[in-house]
């Protein structure tokens, strides 16, 4: 069973800051997915991961992967309001095709 | 490109009900899976379907049940409605021919059980 966990839970930034999001699987995953949820929408897909050490950057938003480690990262630079949301990252078991375990979320507010 | 259409987006029932919500793929999308969103136990895969095949299913009852058509449409059916049930419902359209793909999501049927 593929368990993905999220830290931290919520977070508070000032504009301008930066900051990095964990996320953490227990076992091999295939690839690795982050969304970006806002209130009462749907999941935008972010980036996918596929391999290790796979690094993506979109505007202020990188993500990485260690399959090593069991670990991946989103990192915000120089955040800015719009980015307010909620982030999901997401592993698939290997051999499960499209069945995603999601980690619980990390809810950012970006204060100005 | 038209996106992943869900309908309806909202519905209100009440226990003992049955619910049945459709998903609209991306065009040229073969793989439609389904998920639960609640504030309580977060995302959870229901189930996916592949050409007309069910390939996995989640921890779910047999309440919950699904289908998919010949033109990649997909149904969700939810019977004898509890007041658990009650959560957004999201349908993620992809592909499915390799494992690499990305899994794109429509806006979700909310659902409100009384």
């Known amino acids: 069973e593929l368990k993905v966990e999220q830290n931290p839970l919520f977070l508070s930034m000032q504009e301008g800051k930066n900051y990095t999001i964990y996320c953490n699987y227990s076992t091999t995953s295939d690839r690795l997915y982050w969304y970006r949820q806002d209130p009462g929408k749907s999941l935008e897909s972010l980036f996918v991961?596929?391999?290790?050490?796979a690094v993506k950057q979109e505007g202020r938003l990188m993500a990485s992967l260690d399959t090593k480690a069991r670990l991946s990262t989103l990192h915000i630079t120089a955040a800015v309001h719009d980015l307010s949301a909620t982030y999901f990252c997401?592993?698939?078991?290997?051999?499960?095709?499209?069945?995603?375990?999601f980690g619980s979320g990390t809810q950012l507010t970006v204060l100005p | 490109k038209a996106g992943v259409t869900q309908t309806p987006r909202y519905l209100i029932k009440t226990r003992g009900q049955q619910v049945t919500l459709s998903c609209s793929p991306i065009s040229g999308h073969r793989s439609v899976s389904w998920y639960q969103q609640t504030p309580g136990q977060g995302l959870q895969f229901l189930f996916e379907y592949f050409s007309e095949t069910q390939r996995n299913k989640g921890n779910f009852p047999g309440r919950f049940s699904g289908r998919q058509f010949s033109n990649s449409r997909s149904e969700m059916n939810v019977s004898t409605l509890e007041l658990g049930d009650s959560a957004l419902y999201l349908c993620?359209?992809?592909?499915?021919?390799?494992?690499?793909?990305?899994?794109?999501f429509g806006e979700g049927s909310r659902l409100t059980v009384l």
């Open positions: 997401a592993g698939i078991l290997s051999g499960s095709a499209r069945q995603l375990t």
């Open positions: 993620a359209s992809s592909l499915g021919v390799s494992n690499t793909g990305e899994l794109f």
């Open positions: 991961l596929l391999s290790n050490g």
